[in-house]
């Protein structure tokens, strides 16, 4: 088992240790607002500011390699989404060989969301480190369903299949360039997580009955189809390409682990 002297972690909820609840709290904390709806607060079931009941996954690899769950690194960095400027211009840099950089609701390519897209998380990562990636640091990355849900939202039609799937490979190209510029700093060891099933989410039943009609089937259907497109973009096109510079990848497949209900197959681990 290889020994990393780090753990830094990119995303969006699924890896996100508190980056967004953080956020979330400071904006409750100003005049006239109110925590933002859907916020992961333990009122809800949530723990410590995770998208989940529990660590997560990358929590769990990171304590398992360097004996440390992952830190939220907010303020750092943090751009206000409307003026453009830091919301904290002398946070100084984040300490630590356990930083996450993942916000919940992250997209590899900025959409509407307030919280930073890859290109902005990785940006804020290398001035934490002043440039210099770790290479005995180990990298994981978990980013694009959030992505994939814009182009097949539950409460509207998906966006026709060929404009889709050239975003897509605008995500891919944009994950690659991205990590290409950690490998090009200083990374070495990069583990990127496959992309889910999106349509596992509940809320592609719009009425809750428990049966997906014709038109919510339609978005369900086009929710995976685009799911395993652009897992297969990274798959077959943005880990090979990182090999190529050097990199060491794992690519750990999700979508063959779990069924569209969002359960664990068994057989899958085998």
């Given at each position: 088992v290889m020994a990393y002297t780090a753990v830094y972690v990119f995303g969006d909820s699924l890896v996100d240790c508190g980056n967004a609840l953080d956020l979330a709290e400071w904006y409750d904390?100003?005049?006239?607002?109110?925590?933002?709806?859907?916020?992961?607060?333990e009122e809800l079931g949530y723990f410590?500011?995770?998208?989940?009941?529990?660590?997560?996954?990358?929590?769990?690899?990171?304590?398992?390699?360097?004996?440390?769950?992952?830190?939220?690194?907010?303020?750092?960095?943090?751009?206000?989404?409307?003026?453009?400027?830091?919301?904290?211009?002398?946070?100084?840099?984040?300490?630590?060989?356990?930083?996450?950089?993942?916000?919940?609701?992250?997209?590899?390519?900025?959409g509407d969301e307030v919280v930073p897209d890859l290109d902005m998380q990785t940006d804020a990562f290398r001035d934490a480190v002043d440039g210099g990636a770790p290479p005995g640091g180990l990298y994981l990355v978990t980013a694009g369903g959030n992505d994939i849900r814009d182009l097949a939202p539950t409460g509207s039609n998906p966006v026709a299949e060929a404009d889709a799937h050239a975003e897509l490979q605008r995500c891919a190209d944009e994950l690659f360039e991205e990590l290409a510029q950690l490998?090009?700093?200083?990374?070495?060891?990069?583990?990127?997580?496959?992309?889910p099933d999106v349509r596992a989410i509940p809320h592609y039943d719009r009425d809750g009955d428990g049966v997906l009609n014709a038109t919510e089937q339609l978005r369900s259907d086009a929710a995976t189809a685009y799911s395993i497109y652009l897992d297969t973009l990274i798959r077959t096109e943005v880990v090979p390409a990182l090999q190529a510079l050097g990199a060491t990848v794992t690519?750990?497949?999700?979508?063959?682990?779990?069924?569209?209900?969002?359960?664990?197959?068994?057989?899958?681990?085998?």
């Open positions: 904390g100003l005049p006239l607002q109110d925590l933002p709806e859907g916020a992961p607060t410590k500011g995770r998208f989940s009941n529990g660590y997560t996954f990358t929590d769990l690899v990171s304590n398992k390699a360097i004996g440390l769950v992952s830190e939220p690194v907010f303020p750092y960095e943090f751009e206000d989404p409307w003026l453009g400027i830091p919301i904290d211009p002398f946070e100084g840099d984040p300490d630590g060989n356990n930083l996450n950089f993942a916000y919940g609701g992250a997209h590899i390519r900025q490998v090009d700093h200083g990374a070495v060891n990069l583990c990127i997580n496959g992309i690519y750990v497949p999700v979508m063959d682990y779990v069924d569209a209900g969002g359960q664990l197959v068994t057989g899958a681990l085998s």
